[in-house]
Structures are given as C-alpha cells and as structure tokens.
C-alpha cells in the first residue's frame, strides 16, 4: 500500500523548493541587475528599463515572484513559530545555523516588506516616494537618494547579509532534505560551499549597494568605466 505524503510533508517540500527556483534565481538577476550601477547611473538606468521592456512582465512578476514571496514568507513564518530552539543544550554548529535561518528569515520577512514598499512602490512617508517601476530614467537618482542615508545604507547591507546567508544555507537544506547530497563527506562539502556561496552573494551585494553613493563600489575607479555612446533619457522631475 502506497504512503500518501501528509500536507504538513508537501507544504515544507514547496517551501523549500519556493525558495530556489524561482526566488533564489531572482535574487541572482536582482544582483546582477544591481551590480550595473557600478558603471554608472546611463548603465544602470538602461539595465531597469530593460527589465520594464520584458513582455508580460507584471504576470512574471505576480506570478513568478510576488506569490511564491508570499508563499515563502508567511509559511516560513509558520515554521519559525513551531521551532523549538536547543542551542543552549546542544550546541552543535548545524543546530546554530538552524537557528540563524529562522531569525533571518523572519527579520527578511519584514525587510522585504520594507524594500518592496520603499522602492518598488515609493509608499513609505518620509522616505522616497517615487517608485522605481515605471521610472527606469529615475532609478538610479531614487536609489542613491535613499542610500545617501547612512541608517538606510546600513539597513540595506543588514538585508543583503541576511538574505545571502538564507539562500546559501537553504541551498544546503535542499540538498540535503531532497536526497541530492547524501554522506557525511558530501555534505561537509556541501555546507563549505555553502559559505562560500553566502560570502560571495554578501560581498557582491553590498559591492553593489555601494556603487550607489561611490562609483564603482569598493572596487578601485580605475576598473570601472561608464560606456559612452547611450543615449540619455530625459530626467523628470520627481515628485
């Protein structure tokens, strides 16, 4: 007699999987998108306008971010609320770094909330109140007005650590729950890359927050060049 999965065992397994294909690989693309401002704000405006030019995009983004965000979201709530932490009577490694998920999970929960609000939609007074969508000859300007401030910078890199420390970790649950990496040796391995991973997408992220306010980011100006020859969309005044 077959074994029929309980809800519990398939929602989780959606969780997860929510969270790699397609989140994590719009993080990738998010990332790489952002990097562009390290060439200047001609390079990084066109990069966003190209985005708006995809077809069928707001379908894409409904249906291809924004449910499955809300989806990992509230649900990874759930499982936060159900933990039981026993790092105080275990204390090995792999029980912290659980532990590391579920905050940072929660904190991003509320910091995406932030971002989408702050950027996406420019609805947060006191703040910008222009939104990116729609005003891809203002992206640059509306981002580098909001990373001028430094609480706004700071909390900004806050959310890149922890969504790189997220992804990459989740990346080592959905190998290691899905059955892909199976061994202890495997699995070591597996967890080392995982920090890797979380390295790069945090030095990458914050490389790319700061191109905002330095060109170039941390990198030195010298390799960084803005390409001449776009064209220059006209500026509009922002509200």
Known sequence: MAIKPSRTFLLR????????????????AHMFTNSKAMNGEAVFEKAVQ?????????????????IPLIFHSVYGLII?????????????????FYLIQRISGVFLFFFIFFHVLNLRFGLIPGLNMTPVAGNANLAFDIVSGEFANPWILGLYILGIGATA???AYGFF????DWG????????????YASYTLAAILF??????????VRPCGLFPRAICTEPTGLLEVPKTKRL
């Open 80 to 96: 936060s609320s159900e933990a039981r932490p026993n790092v105080l009577q275990y204390g090995y490694a792999r029980n912290w």
């Open 165 to 167: 420390w997220h992804l």
């Open 203 to 212: 030095l990458v992220g914050v490389n790319a927050a700061v191109s905002f």
């Open 13 to 28: 397994k959606l969780h997860q999987l929510s969270g790699i294909v397609p989140l994590g690989l719009f993080y990738f």
């Open 180 to 191: 892909i990496v199976i061994g202890e040796k495997a699995q070591r391995a597996t967890l």
């Open 50 to 66: 190209d985005i708006h030019e995809i077809p069928y995009l707001l379908l894409i983004e409904i249906f291809g971010i924004f």
């Open 173 to 176: 649950l959905f190998a290691v």
